[in-house]
Structure formats: structure tokens, C-alpha cells
């Protein structure tokens, strides 16, 4: 692990803005947007784990003001180096204690996306979080979160580990722990015949245990869905979009 960018150093930022990928494709980059710009408003969003600005920089481009806190600077570096990144304002540090640098009051949407939520790798640092956010939002603001729901039930009998892509040259699995919650996702990759190995750890939370921290920060959930279209969430739902409101 890279000391100053956590588990997110220049290999992975190098990397990270995969077009391939399905959390690049248009629609979904559209259909985020369109819900974080109709919760923002006339105010100003604030996005914790801003990273390399996939949603942050188009959201500004709608005409809102944008800032983010992150911890990798290789990521930010990816940011500001796209058109209008450098506009947005970025407060390098852990998302669930440090406050953003800047002084013109408080945002009326806050938002982490992408499973960011379980980078925090402990229940005292998503509490911390949620509290974090709720110093930051204007009375009536929201926090909106998109996460995966824990997977627990890929899981057969006696077994820890789900593979979820394998290739002649590349396999990724993630590992769970269930007594603590713990887990992480594994990448073994050969290239030019030498293998490398990566593992990120990661924390994963229920939508009742996120309910319950929010309000234990003085939110309550307002909406949630299975994703940004605002499909119904049921039993079935692989993931949530959740919207948590701080009351006025």
C-alpha cells in the first residue's frame, strides 16, 4: 500500500478511467448526474471520494458547484489534469474526519458513489462519516450513497471467497469475513509471463446498519432505490441508492 494515497497510488489511478468499464458508460454517468443535480439544486455538492472526477466533473458541468475530499493525490492528479477539473476544489484527506477547504458555507447535497462508502474499513469510521457529512450539509440537505448490497448469499456452505472474473491472464475473487464484516477484493494478473498481486480491503455494511448510522448523526433515509434510474428496491436488489435528509 502507498502510504500518502492509501490503496488508490498512481498504479491504480493510472488504470482507473476504463472506458470499457460499465460505471463509465454514458447512461450511467447520465443517469447519476440527474439525480445528484436535481438534489443539489441552486447549492453547492460536496463528494467524498472525488477520485479521478468520473461523476464530479460532468455534475459541474451542469452548473453545479462541485468541491470533494479524497486521500490519493495520484487520483486528484487525474482530475485536475481533465477539462474543468482544476476548477473544482479538492481537500486532500480521510473523507470521514476531514472538513472541506473552503469557507462559503455549508452544501445542500453531499454523495459518495461507487461502493466508496466500504473503503472506510471499520463501523467507527462509516459512523464518523455519516457525522462528518452531517456538519457539512445546510439544514434540508442530502446524503446519498451507492452501494452494493453484501453478497453474502454467493457464499456456499463452509467456503469464503467468490470469484467474480476469471481469464487466461486474470483473476479477481473477494473474500469475506462474515463474524467481522471485513472483506476485500483480490487481483491476480499476468502480464508478459510475470504475475502481480493486489489486494483492497474493503468493509461491508447492510442498508438497516446505514439507516441506523444516519441516525445516529441526526438524518433520516428519505429515499432509496436499487439505482440511479429509481428502480423499486426489493429483496432481489443487488445494490441501493439510498438518499438520507438532514432535517430543517
Not at 477520485?51 to 492528479?77: F, K, N, Q, Y
Not at 462474515?178 to 442498508?207: H, K, L, M
Not at 439505482?227 to 441501493?240: D, N
Request: net charge negative; proline share 6%; charged share 20%.
Amino acid at each position: 500500500m502507498n502510504d500518502e494515497d492509501g490503496y488508490f497510488g498512481e498504479p491504480v489511478a493510472a488504470k482507473y478511467d476504463d472506458p470499457a468499464s460499465d460505471m463509465f458508460a454514458t447512461a450511467t454517468v447520465e443517469s447519476t448526474v440527474d439525480l445528484l443535480a436535481g438534489l443539489a439544486g441552486e447549492g453547492r455538492a460536496l463528494e467524498l471520494g472525488i477520485g479521478t472526477g468520473r461523476i464530479a466533473v460532468p455534475l459541474a458541468r451542469r452548473g453545479v458547484e462541485v468541491h470533494g475530499i479524497d486521500m490519493s493525490r495520484a487520483m486528484v492528479a487525474r482530475l485536475r489534469a481533465k477539462p474543468g477539473g482544476d476548477a473544482i476544489g479538492v481537500t486532500i484527506g480521510d473523507f470521514s474526519a476531514a472538513r472541506a477547504a473552503t469557507t462559503d458555507g455549508e452544501f445542500s447535497l453531499a454523495y459518495l458513489v461507487y461502493n466508496t462508502i466500504m473503503n472506510l474499513t471499520s463501523q467507527e469510521a462509516q459512523v464518523a462519516c455519516f457525522r462528518n457529512v452531517a456538519a457539512h450539509l445546510a439544514p434540508g440537505g442530502t446524503f446519498v450513497i451507492e452501494v452494493g448490497v453484501p453478497k453474502l448469499r454467493n457464499l456456499p456452505p463452509g467456503r469464503n471467497v467468490v470469484p467474480f472474473h476469471t481469464s487466461p491472464t486474470r483473476w479477481a475473487f473477494d473474500i469475506y469475513d462474515c463474524a467481522t464484516q471485513n472483506t476485500s477484493s483480490n487481483y491476480v494478473e499476468v502480464v508478459d509471463g510475470r504475475g502481480s498481486y493486489r489486494s483492497i480491503p474493503f468493509r461491508y455494511v447492510w442498508p438497516s446498519e446505514l439507516d441506523l448510522m444516519a441516525q445516529l448523526a441526526g438524518m433520516r433515509l428519505r429515499e432509496r432505490w436499487e439505482g440511479w434510474a429509481r428502480e423499486p428496491f426489493t429483496g432481489e436488489s443487488t445494490k441501493h441508492v439510498s438518499v438520507w435528509e438532514k432535517p430543517v
